[in-house]
């Protein structure tokens, strides 16, 4: 297959400036007087910095793949999940104290995979109070924050030790598991009233899916969990205390599919897609029990777009009409001449099949219900409309009084203001004729 | 002398003076012809009208379906004038038919406008014309919300595959239900080619072949140009990755591992040294497979 030829951007992380969680700044001042120390005032701040820990939403997750309940030949991929926020996973620290030259930063998130037969399916929901409540199960250090109470959910899962110890990333691992892809948007969909986002996080899941089996994704949180984290070979820095038999793992987010012949991929989806008839008809069907010539009718009304819908008529009786959409399976010359007064002057007759077109008419009044439902856009109208017809007859007026007056076009256009003109030619054209009539009349 | 004023003038007037108006269209602000001819675009594009009189029956419309349609203007038309008409009295009549055809034709200039604000993206400027789409009703759309579209006005067999000539303005490209998405272009849609979202490309090995699933093969991908290759680009042999034990249970990756032995083979030939710094971005550069788009072509016949 060709390759894509618009623009895709890996960014190693977007890393936010000040990590979740709580704070405080302190100042303090020492005042000196002639050498001598006089008082020190000093002042504490405390601010916390909001941010996902125990779950995510929806509207955080862009796409997992492979799609949550798909079914396909995935054993040679590794799966991910997609995230609209570019800097989450690197929002929280594992708390593994861990550098590299290349300055790559471990997320604070891993993904996990987990086979039908090893018993991790779904999560389950205990309150915060509850998530090291058990000798044999670990959960790392962890201290409350703003916001958070003892009885909120959190979805956990809890993993049998060597199971954990054989399939989570090392720190060597989940340095690569995390970045940061910036899209171009240019063909993407549009999202409800708000910006489309063109940058995106993506995590990285490190096990490969196994052929013929269910395969459940989670999306945990390792806050904390950094120094518990075992190499390639299962071994572990940090030993976890004596007893432990499992640890626990809050479930950010999680997604389950089957590996295993099916349209899973995109391509394959896309391939199948019925494309017969490519027009946006409704499919047509021989009624046996009507005439050749009403099946004719109809072929040809369905090839048109039209649909035949149960119409009331204004005087109770009920009919069938047709109705067609906007959306036609053929171009159309544009014939209609606007402005129609009403709904009723746009219902066309068609003597073919003696059957009424409501399709323009219903067009009509769904313009005018939906300008009357929003009550922004008919007042603005019914506002403009008003104005400026107001304004138009102002102008004309102004037209009759300056024509009345005698004001020439050429002195209008030249004028400071139009009463200024006014005043000239009212001076001009009738003060000054009856003062030279009077001078007239004195001088006779 | 007698000098009569006359205030009272004729509709006639009326009407003739309107037609000289100018509306002042390029005003900037929001004032409230702007919002009109905003609300008006928006409704052009068909947005906000109720999807059973797009749609009047679902049978159109079957799963894992794709439809292609033109829009009727007369439709459009008589849906704009249903919307024009609020507001009008006997005194506004004329004044109203006289601006209708200059508020179209604003209406049509900023129809590109519509989506370009949506997206953040500076609007295209649109010659007059008819405007065409399609419906694609499928699980691709649920599964790839970023789903990436293109349409073309014309598409030929050049012998080995399909050229695709004139890309069309996308008008409008919305998700309506979770797994139905609506395309509008400006122009007559010929072909749509849909492509995998860039956010969604995954990690992917070769397989050996079908049989065995002891390991894989990747091919590294070049991470920047240079010496002859350019980045993105595909190496023509791959290296070996073991998957561990994958008939039994673990299956977990040396991540760690396999990004070293990437990293070897990712330099166009010429790279400084001091400039291969291998990070999780160019260790997923070279991991993706771009592989899945598909192309509808909709045959003249």
């Keep these: ?147 958070e109470s003892d009885s909120q959910q959190v979805n956990v899962i809890d993993v049998p030790l060597n199971l954990f110890l054989a399939i989570a990333p090392s720190c060597n691992d989940l340095q690569w598991l995390g970045h940061v892809r910036v899209t171009d948007i240019a063909c993407k969909p549009e999202a409800d009233d708000k910006i489309v986002s063109d940058t995106y996080s993506v995590l990285v899941a490190n096990r490969v899916p196994q052929q013929g089996k269910i395969t459940t994704m989670h999306l945990v949180s390792l806050e904390g969990y950094g120094p ?37 991929s995109l391509a394959g989806l896309l391939t199948a897609a019925d494309m017969n008839p490519a027009a946006l008809q409704l499919p047509f069907t021989i ?7 009403a099946n004719a009718n109809v072929l040809q009304a369905l090839g048109l777009g039209y649909t035949a819908l149960n119409h009331q008529l204004r005087n109770g009786d009920r009919t069938v009409s047709w109705y067609r959409g906007p959306l036609l399976p053929l171009g159309i010359p544009q014939f209609l001449q606007p402005p129609y007064t009403n709904a009723d002057s746009l219902m066309r007759y068609d003597p073919g099949t003696g059957m009424f077109d409501a399709s323009y008419s219903g067009a009509w009044q769904l313009g005018k219900l939906m300008a009357l439902r929003d009550s922004g856009y008919a007042q603005t109208l019914v506002r403009w409309k008003a104005t400026q017809t107001r304004a138009a007859v102002n102008a004309i007026e102004e037209q009759v009084i300056n024509a009345q007056l005698g004001v020439s076009e050429t002195e209008l256009r030249a004028a400071v203001s139009a009463k200024q003109v006014r005043m000239n030619s009212t001076l001009r054209n009738f003060i000054q004729p009856a003062v030279s009539k009077l001078q007239k009349r004195s001088n006779s | 002398m007698a000098a009569t004023f006359s205030t009272s003038f004729s509709r006639e007037q009326l009407s003739a003076a309107t037609a000289g108006v100018q509306l002042n269209i390029e005003v900037q602000e929001q004032t409230d012809l702007q919002k009109i001819i905003g609300w008006l675009s928006r409704l052009k594009l068909l947005y906000g009208v109720p999807f059973n009189y797009l749609v009047p029956d679902v049978r159109m419309l079957p799963e894992e379906s794709i439809r292609f349609f033109q829009v009727d203007q007369n439709w459009v038309e008589a849906l704009i004038d249903g919307a024009f008409s609020i507001g009008t009295t006997s005194a506004t009549e004329e004044f109203t038919q006289a601006m209708l055809p200059q508020i179209k034709e604003a209406v049509q200039n900023n129809l590109p406008a519509v989506r370009a604000a949506l997206l ?34 014309n598409a030929y067999f050049n012998g080995v595959g399909y050229t695709y000539d004139t890309p069309l303005t996308l008008l409008r490209l919305e998700r309506i239900s979770p797994s139905l998405l609506f395309g509008l272009f400006a122009g007559t849609l010929k072909a749509v080619r849909l492509r995998q979202p860039a956010e969604t490309l995954h990690f992917a090995f070769d397989p050996y072949n079908n049989e065995e699933y002891g390991f894989m093969i990747k091919r590294a991908r070049y991470v920047n140009s240079g010496g002859g290759v350019t980045a993105g680009q595909l190496r023509t042999s791959g290296i070996q990755v073991i998957i561990p034990d994958q008939q039994s249970s673990r299956r977990a990756l040396n991540i760690d591992a396999l990004a070293s032995s990437l990293q070897q083979y990712v330099w166009a030939p010429g790279t400084p040294a001091e400039d291969q710094v291998f990070t999780s971005a160019q260790f997923g550069m070279t991991m993706v497979q771009i592989t899945d788009q598909a192309s509808f072509i909709i045959d003249n016949a």
């Design chain 2, 120 to 153: 953040g993206l500076d609007a295209e400027t649109l010659a007059p014309g008819p405007i065409s789409g399609f419906f694609l009703r499928s699980a691709a759309v649920s599964g790839w919300p970023g789903l990436e579209v293109e349409g073309f006005s």
């Design chain 1, 287 to 293: 009624d046996s029990n009507s005439s050749q010539q």
């Design chain 1, 228 to 264: 518990y984290l075992p190499d390639y070979d299962g071994n572990i820095v940090t030993p976890f205390p004596a007893g432990i038999t499992s640890v626990r793992l809050v479930s950010l987010y999680s997604w389950s599919f089957r590996t295993e012949e099916g349209q899973g």
């Design chain 1, 1 to 147: 297959m060709p390759e894509n030829n618009n623009t895709i951007s890996f960014v190693q992380h977007h890393l936010p400036a000040i990590l979740s969680g709580d704070y405080s700044v302190s100042a303090t001042q020492t005042i000196t007087l002639r050498g001598n120390q006089e008082a020190v005032y000093t002042a504490e701040q405390y601010f916390y910095v909001a941010g996902k820990r125990y779950s995510l939403d929806e509207a955080d997750v862009n796409s997992v793949f492979p799609p949550q309940g798909s079914a396909g030949q995935f054993y040679s991929l590794l799966p991910h999940i997609v995230l609209n926020s570019s800097s989450l996973p690197w929002q929280r620290s594992t708390g593994a104290s861990f550098t590299t030259t290349n300055e790559n930063v471990l997320p604070w998130m891993a993904l996990l995979m987990f086979d039908e037969s090893e018993g991790i399916n779904q999560a389950q929901p205990v309150t915060i109070d509850d998530l090291c409540i058990n000798n044999n199960i670990f959960f790392p250090e962890h201290t409350s924050e703003p916001g």
